[in-house]
């Protein structure tokens, strides 16, 4: 008998949620119907439950810690008004599961020797989201997303919110209802303000789920700028479309100037190198050497490489 596999769609939907791995990171945590959670790993709701007994996923940070947003900045939290401890947070959490599954049918359960075939073989699972966007007319498809966090001002109140772009090139901001924006349009909020990566000064923002934190702008955090996140949104839109992304273009301009180096060819690498968002640099390379050989090249010619 030949061994076989199956794939199966299980939806599912997000909320916002902290990871508490050395320091407070912001996520998307994904919740589907068969009761799997995705928190940097996969956990069925038992285990969940002992995500946030341990510490692991958080639905508040303490005062005075800094909280991390990937893609977006680092930001000091000096006040918060937190919606949930972690009895409530469960609670939501359990309750989203039955709204998607209202039988609670099929609930998935890890069994001891799962636990233990996966932990001899060292292999660890996680369960992350696509986002998707169903298609209109017959059937039931999707087209996928990519989706990231962003302010979002409206009403007088400043949000922290998910944008998430898709591969019929649209775009949704979960603070702004269930419009769908084109990329000039999301263009023209961040010309507005209505859209920003940064905070001018301190301010209270809400989290959709989590609640309101007053966050303060610390000079020498890491931020994002307009012009990044708006390439970085394209690169995502491109990556969907199965194009190349600026971090490919710059890649294949890099392994260029290493087959013919001079001068036409380094200004064709910088130009390339810039035209990627700043805080994607770090993956032009591995995760040791990151970009550190494209500076090199770029910025200090002088130097050799080892090989």
């Not at 589907?32 to 007994?53: M, N, P, T």
């Not at 986002?131 to 990231?148: A, E, L, R, S, V």
């Not at 898709?166 to 303000?193: C, H, R, S, W």
Request: aromatic share 12%.
């Amino acid at each position: 008998m030949g061994r076989v596999y199956r794939k199966q769609l299980v939806e599912g939907v997000c909320i916002p949620a902290i990871i508490h791995n050395s320091n407070y990171f912001l996520i998307q945590m994904a919740i589907y119907a068969d009761g799997i959670v995705s928190c940097w790993h996969k956990s069925d709701l038992q285990q969940f439950k002992e995500d946030l007994r341990r510490g692991w996923v958080m639905p508040s940070v303490p005062e005075g810690q800094y909280l991390s947003v990937h893609n977006l900045g680092d930001f000091f939290i000096r006040q918060a008004r937190w919606t949930h401890n972690a009895e409530s947070f469960y609670q939501q959490v359990w309750e989203m599961v039955q709204d998607l599954n209202p039988e609670m049918a099929n609930i998935y359960q890890t069994t001891p020797s799962e636990t233990a075939k996966w932990d001899k073989l060292r292999v660890g699972f996680t369960a992350s989201p696509t986002p998707c966007k169903q298609k209109p007319g017959f059937g039931y498809d999707f087209w996928d997303g990519k989706g990231n966090y962003i302010f979002c001002r409206q009403d007088g109140r400043l949000y922290l919110t998910a944008l998430t772009v898709f591969a019929d090139k649209t775009v949704q901001l979960d603070g702004m209802g269930p419009k769908y924006y084109n990329m000039e349009e999301i263009e023209q909020l961040f010309a507005q303000g209505t859209l920003c990566t940064k905070l001018a000064q301190e301010e209270w923002v809400t989290i959709f789920c989590l609640g309101d934190l007053l966050l303060a702008p610390m000079e020498g955090l890491y931020e994002v700028s307009v012009r990044d996140k708006l390439q970085e949104i394209a690169d995502d839109l491109s990556e969907l479309l199965g194009e190349e992304d600026s971090i490919d273009i710059c890649r294949r301009a890099y392994h260029y100037y290493l087959e013919e180096p001079c001068d036409w060819t380094r200004e064709n690498l910088r130009q390339k190198y810039e035209a990627v968002p700043e805080h994607q640099r770090m993956y032009l390379g591995d995760m040791d050497s990151r970009d550190s050989d494209y500076r090199r090249i770029l910025y200090h010619p002088e130097d050799k490489r080892e090989v």
